[in-house]
């Protein structure tokens, strides 16, 4: 299977630096570089309504698009579960 590329929106970006604690942003990233080789891994959700996906690290969420047809992974949104979603 081909890798991934992946583009992180600027917003997204300010997201994960505004992030607790340096360990926690660690283990976004760390997620974040991992969709590059499966873009769906265990435990993703598509969002209903919409052709985002999720994927849990810890509390936090990683809203993502894939483009399978050019393998570019977009990485929208990264924030606590309790926000995200609004």
Do not use: C, F, W
Request: glycine share 6%; charged share 30%; hydrophobic share 35%.
């Amino acid at each position: 299977m081909a890798s991934y590329r992946i583009e992180i929106k600027r917003s997204a970006q300010k997201e994960i630096t505004a992030v607790g604690t340096k360990k926690d942003r660690q283990r976004i990233v760390q997620r974040i570089q991992e969709l590059a080789s499966d873009p769906r891994p265990p435990g993703v959700e598509k969002l209903s309504g919409s052709p985002y996906y999720r994927v849990r690290q810890g509390v936090y969420r990683i809203v993502y698009e894939i483009q399978n047809d050019v393998l570019i992974i977009h990485i929208l949104k990264v924030g606590h579960r309790k926000d995200i979603y609004r």
